[in-house]
């Protein structure tokens, strides 16, 4: 589909590989001017007019990566804007509103974290731009380049030829080529130079020591003991009454009707004997004054 582009990778690839190299080592400023947009030099061809020759052209090819380092495995994505010059690159035919424009392009990728030190890449990418009248500047889509780092470094993706193709929406893949765009013979610094780079980064590990200059010893093994249910505790509760005994041990005699603290019975008269005499006392006063009031009763 690309004209003449075969005959010229070769040496874009050995000027892209010496280029890259002085890249890498500028490093973090190499990086921040790859994204200001540059120009490179394309011939392009109308393919849909066979007795048309090459138009020299010159695109300000926008290549930028991401603005801060991936990290290996992850997935970078380098944006590839095209601007077309004054005069523009016109459109040959009317573009309808149902159709596409699709480009279909290469790119060299290589450095250090690439899974091949230098490879080229089909991107491609498509818009649908809506009518565009015959003799308008043609429109361009941006292609989304994907890249997967596997370690730390600098990679790079480089412009290369690229096909501009038109068709219906609805029957995806049969556009027809309406440009080929070739990089001019010579220019191939220019698309070097307009290269994104994609810095490949990983954080460094930090330790802190928190020792505090004693060891204790952490045990290897822990006994581990299986609990069992306790079994039930039966309490028995026995009341004894001492009988007093002499020295002899034998025993003399059986307090009763005594106090509590079990000594009552050798203690003297009980307090009850009291109350009973006092009882009949006064019992036999007043039955002594009943009598005698009754003689006198008997004598008046």
Same mark, same amino acid.
């Given at each position: ?49 066979? %007795? ?22 992850a997935t970078a994505v ?18 309808? %509103? ?73 029957? %995806?893949?049969?556009e027809l080529d309406w ?9 191939e610094a220019e698309a ?109």
């Amino acid at each position: 589909m690309l004209t003449s582009k075969a005959r010229r990778r070769l040496a874009i690839k050995t000027s892209a590989i010496a280029v890259l190299g002085a890249g890498i080592f500028v490093g973090v400023p190499a990086l921040a001017s790859s994204m200001v947009p540059k120009p490179v030099t394309y011939m392009c061809k109308n393919v849909l007019n066979a %007795a048309a020759q090459p138009t020299e052209v010159k695109f300000q090819m926008d290549l930028a990566g991401p603005l801060t380092a991936v990290s290996p495995s992850a997935t970078a994505v380098v944006t590839w804007k095209m601007t077309l010059p004054t005069p523009s690159l016109p459109a040959p035919s009317a573009i309808a %509103a149902t159709e596409r424009v699709v480009v279909d392009a290469d790119v060299v990728v290589t450095g250090t974290p690439n899974p091949l030190p230098t490879e080229t890449r089909t991107v491609g990418a498509s818009s649908t731009p809506g009518a565009v009248a015959s003799g308008a500047p043609m429109p361009l889509p941006t292609i989304l380049v994907s890249l997967t780092p596997t370690a730390r470094g600098t990679m790079a993706v480089i412009p290369q030829d690229f096909a501009l193709l038109v068709g219906p929406t609805s029957a %995806a893949g049969s556009e027809l080529d309406w440009y080929t765009c070739d990089i001019a013979p010579g220019k191939e610094a220019e698309a070097t130079a307009a290269a994104a780079l994609v810095t490949v980064a990983t954080g460094t590990p930090t330790s802190t020591n928190t020792s505090t200059g004693s060891t204790t010893p952490t045990p290897t093994s822990t006994p581990t003991t299986t609990p069992t249910t306790p079994k039930p505790t039966k309490t028995t509760t026995k009341f004894v009454t001492e009988t007093p005994k002499d020295n002899n041990g034998k025993v003399t005699k059986t307090p009763k009707a005594g106090a509590d603290t079990g000594g009552g019975g050798d203690m003297g008269p009980d307090g009850r004997m009291f109350i009973l005499t006092g009882s009949l006392l006064i019992l036999a006063a007043g039955a002594g004054g009943l009598m005698i009031r009754r003689r006198g009763l008997n004598r008046g």
